[in-house]
């Protein structure tokens, strides 16, 4: 969630509410006494997913260190930062190289893009990998700048999601929304309700959810009236959605961070989910806020019919909270025996407040030197990176009455060592695509004793084998190659304890030859955003300079894509206009953008006007900064000085 939401100041805790931890408890857990019985949030563990972080020269829309830097037009260095500790980078197969100086064990200061789908892709998997259930996509205002980089990164927690058998929704942020009444409906309608569609998206009592994070809060970020709310809740559930509040902690008593007289919002919603990040630091203060704020809560909920998702965090590494994973137990604890209903993790990926369970620098080898952070070990007990994705996967099942309830945590810091076997080989090595430049392999996973981690990809000459990439995932692209060149490939899979499996199964492939004179769009299918009379998009490519597509006239933005059926390299895009003198010289403003799945689409190259002149044979070539792999291809059209609609005859895609 954004930092609006992030600055409340801890509040003081009623001192006669200090509860005591009372021996482990040999039962297992009680079960919830559910207003709803168990779906995608009811009796799981939901992880509030930001999504936020880009780098420079990852492709997104926002093109620059989103949320790493304060300045997000610099590299983030020890004098521009957004971040409060050092993500463990080491799964991710794309990192981008900060300004901080080299890590402890000499290794570059790189940082992941959640823009990358490999990233999110790896974040999934390490939710399925600790039995994670659903991930909350946070959603800020997202008719600013930050829209289009949000638009996409819905498209790829879908994706990972899909991938990784995990559930999600959308959770909108009203933070500083000033319009947010109107434009929340108009962006579910739009957007966001597509996603529904989705077998990965989280029902509750057969209904998508969405949670509106926001109402009722005290401070100026939250200026909302009851009415304003209501509205919004209740147009939420005439659209079939099972509504989720994330509501201010004092919310049952209108007091602190509540603004008063908002009790028949929070009553309103199906499940309550009270926000504790500020409120809480230790073990005692974890007891305090449950007699204060926990129990009063589910007394309430139980009274309305409303389910209870209260808030568990792991701690801010930098303040020093985390305590090896005691103060995180705790709440589980907590929240456990009040008999909640479901548990929301603050947050999987937050590494602004240092409150992420995503993996985490170990030790300082792993840290900047410049940095100042600290790491996981910083109360001088080691921790693995994963320890607190490994401690949610317990508290989960804690939640779901698996294990015993107990105040003593059962997940150690560090993995054991004892573990010598080795992962089994990954089989079904397969080719799935191939360009001039790149080859496209999958596999089937691999089985451990323990637990796969990843795996690596190796290119096969003589008797050597070099690493060319590594991922969570049983896929991977290896670029960087050369045309018309055979190369082996095999795998091998990875576990905790740094056991390597046996290779799998060589694969061998031909690279395709280099591509430059062929038109790789011709009489390929397209699609538009719309088209005039009888000038369809399917002119564009039927090699007939004399037919053209024309879309809807003054109606800009306009676009028109082709499908070049597989993943190919793309550098160079040829347009041309029908050459008869009739068509006078006119500029349009054209973007390109590229997908490899038909949904998700990226940017390629900006905006720019091209002139098409009948004089020098009505064309323009727009050149992309450097080979793409793609395999739909869009042009968007903004604006055109000699007719008020995108037009092109000859749409003509090429490799170099």
């Known amino acids: 969630m954004g930092v609006t939401r992030r600055v409340f100041l801890r509040a003081a805790i009623a001192s006669t509410a200090v509860g005591t931890a009372g021996a482990a408890q040999t039962a297992l857990a009680p079960a919830a006494s559910a207003a709803s019985g168990p779906g995608d949030v009811v009796g799981r563990i939901t992880v509030g997913y930001q999504g936020w972080f880009a780098c420079t020269g990852d492709g997104a829309p926002i093109d620059g260190w989103w949320h790493w830097s304060q300045d997000w037009g610099r590299p983030p260095s020890r004098t521009n930062t957004n971040i409060k500790c050092w993500p463990d980078v080491r799964e991710f197969t794309r990192t981008y190289q900060s300004s901080y100086a080299n890590l402890g064990n000499g290794q570059p200061a790189a940082l992941f893009s959640s823009y990358d789908q490999q990233t999110v892709n790896t974040h999934f998997l390490w939710m399925q990998q600790n039995a994670i259930d659903t991930a909350a996509l946070q959603r800020f205002n997202p008719t600013g700048g930050e829209g289009p980089t949000r638009d996409a990164m819905a498209a790829k927690v879908r994706s990972a999601a899909e991938t990784y058998g995990r559930k999600f929704y959308i959770m909108y942020d009203v933070s500083n929304w000033t319009d947010m009444q109107s434009e929340i409906k108009t962006d579910w309608t739009n957007k966001m309700s597509a996603h529904t569609a989705s077998t990965a998206y989280a029902r509750q009592n057969g209904r998508p959810v969405v949670c509106i994070w926001g109402f009722g809060f005290n401070d100026p970020n939250h200026p909302f009236t009851p009415d304003a709310c209501l509205d919004v809740i209740n147009w939420f559930k005439g659209q079939g959605c099972y509504v989720i509040g994330g509501v201010p902690r004092e919310w049952r008593t209108g007091t602190g961070g509540s603004r008063s007289g908002f009790l028949g919002v929070y009553h309103a919603f199906h499940m309550i989910s009270p926000w504790m990040v500020g409120a809480i630091g230790n073990v005692t203060e974890a007891d305090n806020a449950y007699n204060t704020y926990t129990v009063g809560d589910q007394a309430d909920c139980d009274a309305h019919g409303i389910d209870y998702q209260p808030c568990v965090l792991p701690g801010d590494v930098s303040a020093r909270q985390r305590a090896h994973g005691d103060f995180m137990w705790r709440q589980f604890y907590n929240m456990v025996r009040a008999g909640v209903q479901g548990i929301y993790i603050s947050m999987f990926d937050e590494y602004n407040e240092g409150n992420q ?52 945590r059962p997940t150690r810091p560090t993995l054991p060592t004892g573990d010598t076997t080795p992962p089994a080989a990954p089989g079904g090595l397969t080719v799935t695509g191939h360009t001039a430049g790149s080859v496209s392999l999958s596999w089937n996973a691999s089985t451990d004793n323990v637990g796969v981690t990843g795996y690596r990809i190796l290119r096969v000459s003589g008797s050597t084998s070099t690493q060319v990439g590594a991922t969570g995932a049983t896929s991977f692209t290896v670029t960087g190659l050369t045309a018309a060149t055979a190369y082996t490939f095999d795998v091998v899979a990875l576990d905790a304890a740094g056991n390597v499996s046996q290779p799998s199964g060589q694969v061998t492939v031909t690279t395709d030859a280099p591509s430059g004179t062929t038109n790789l769009a011709l009489h390929r299918p397209t699609a538009e955003s719309s088209h005039t009379q009888v000038y369809a998009s399917a002119n564009a490519t039927d090699g007939d300079s004399g037919t053209y597509w024309e879309s809807a ?5 306009q676009w028109v894509q082709t499908d070049l059926g597989t993943a190919t ?15 006078a010289t006119r500029t349009q403003t054209i973007s390109v953008q590229g997908s490899t799945d038909g949904g998700t689409f990226t940017q390629l190259l900006g905006s720019a006007g091209y002139t098409f002149d009948p004089a020098t044979g009505n064309t323009a070539t727009l050149t992309l900064p450097a080979t793409v792999t793609t395999r739909h291809v869009r042009l968007t059209f903004t604006a055109n000085n000699g007719w008020p609609a995108g037009q092109v005859s000859e749409f003509q895609v090429f490799g170099a």
Not at 553 to 557: D, M, R, S, T, V
Request: charged letters at 20%; proline letters at 6%; glycine letters at 12%.
């Open 357 to 408: 369970i995503a993996k985490t620098a170990e030790t300082q080898a792993w840290v900047p030197t410049d940095s100042g952070f600290l790491a996981l070990d910083e109360d001088g007990t080691a921790c693995s990176s994963d320890y607190y994705l490994r401690l949610t996967g317990d508290g989960g099942r804690m939640l779901k009455g698996q294990i015993a309830l107990t105040a003593t």
């Open 569 to 583: 390299g793309v550098r160079r895009i040829v347009l041309g206009l029908p050459p008869s003198t009739a068509w």
């Open 553 to 557: 006239n003054n109606a800009f933005p």
